[in-house]
C-alpha cells in the first residue's frame, strides 16, 4: 500500500531558529514530490522536486528530494512567525492519471 | 485571478439531509479532485474527473457523488448525510502541473 508520513507531527521554535521537516515516501510508479503550506485555509504550493539531490530553492525556504532512499526534507532558515503552518507532503504518482498521496502534515508553530 | 473557488464555505446539515458542494476553476485544467481533511488524516481523495463528463473514485468515495458537466465546474454531493462527513472538504484542480486548492467548505453534519 502507498504511503507517506512526516514528521515530526508538529513541532515549537523560536523566531529566528532554522527547521528541517521531514517526508518519507513508499509509493508505486512515483512521478513527483510536492510541498505544500497550509494556512488557515487553501493548501498553497511550495515546491515540486523530481530529481534527487536538486535544491529547490524560494527565499529562506529550500528543499531537496533523495530517490534512493526515498525521503524529502524541506528547510526553513531564519523562521518568522508568518512561518506558522501546516506543511503538507505530497506524491504523485502516475497510474494513468495524476493522483497525489498526502502525509499527514508537520504543525508548525513560530514563537515571537 | 479566482482560480478555484468553492461555495458554500460553512455549512451545517442534520443526519439524512442531502447538499451539493460546488467547485469552479478558471484555470482550463482538465483534471479537478475532491479531498477531505479530518485531523490526523491528512488530505484523502474522494472523487476526481480527468475531464469533462468524467468521473472516478479516489480512497474514500463511500456516501458521496460527484458531476463534471462543464470543464470548469465540479459538484461534489452528499445524498444522505452521516455524522462521520463532518469534515473540511477541499477541491483542487491539475493534471500535469502542481493541483491548486480552493479555500474549502467546511461542513459539520448533527
Known amino acids: 500500500e502507498d504511503k507517506v508520513v512526516q514528521s515530526p507531527l508538529s513541532l515549537v521554535v523560536h523566531e529566528g531558529d532554522t527547521v528541517t521537516l521531514n517526508c518519507s515516501y513508499e509509493?508505486?510508479?512515483?512521478?513527483?514530490l510536492l510541498w505544500y503550506k497550509q494556512e488557515k485555509k487553501a493548501p498553497t504550493f511550495l515546491f515540486m522536486l523530481?530529481?534527487?539531490?536538486i535544491e529547490k530553492k524560494s527565499g529562506r525556504l529550500s528543499s531537496i528530494l533523495d530517490k534512493k532512499e526515498l525521503f524529502s526534507i524541506l528547510n526553513i532558515t531564519a523562521t518568522q512567525t508568518g512561518d506558522s503552518a501546516i506543511y503538507l507532503c505530497a506524491v504523485d504518482r502516475w497510474l494513468g492519471t495524476y493522483k497525489y498521496i498526502f502525509g499527514t502534515g508537520t504543525r508548525l508553530k513560530v514563537l515571537a | 485571478n479566482a482560480g478555484v473557488t468553492q461555495t458554500p464555505k460553512f455549512r451545517v446539515l442534520k443526519t439524512g439531509q442531502s447538499m451539493t458542494l460546488l467547485c469552479a476553476q478558471d484555470?482550463?485544467?482538465?483534471?479537478m479532485y475532491w479531498y477531505r481533511q479530518d485531523p490526523g488524516m491528512g488530505l484523502r481523495l474522494i472523487h476526481y474527473s480527468v475531464g469533462e463528463g468524467t468521473t472516478a473514485k479516489g480512497e474514500v468515495p463511500d456516501g458521496y457523488n460527484v458531476s463534471r458537466l462543464k470543464k470548469q465546474n465540479f459538484l461534489l454531493g452528499l445524498e444522505s448525510a452521516a455524522p462521520s462527513q463532518t469534515s473540511v472538504y477541499f477541491c483542487a484542480s491539475g493534471g500535469n502541473q502542481p493541483q491548486h486548492f480552493g479555500d474549502g467548505t467546511r461542513l459539520s453534519i448533527l
Open positions: 484555470m482550463n485544467h482538465e483534471y
Open positions: 523530481t530529481s534527487s539531490g
Open positions: 509509493v508505486t510508479n512515483f512521478r513527483s
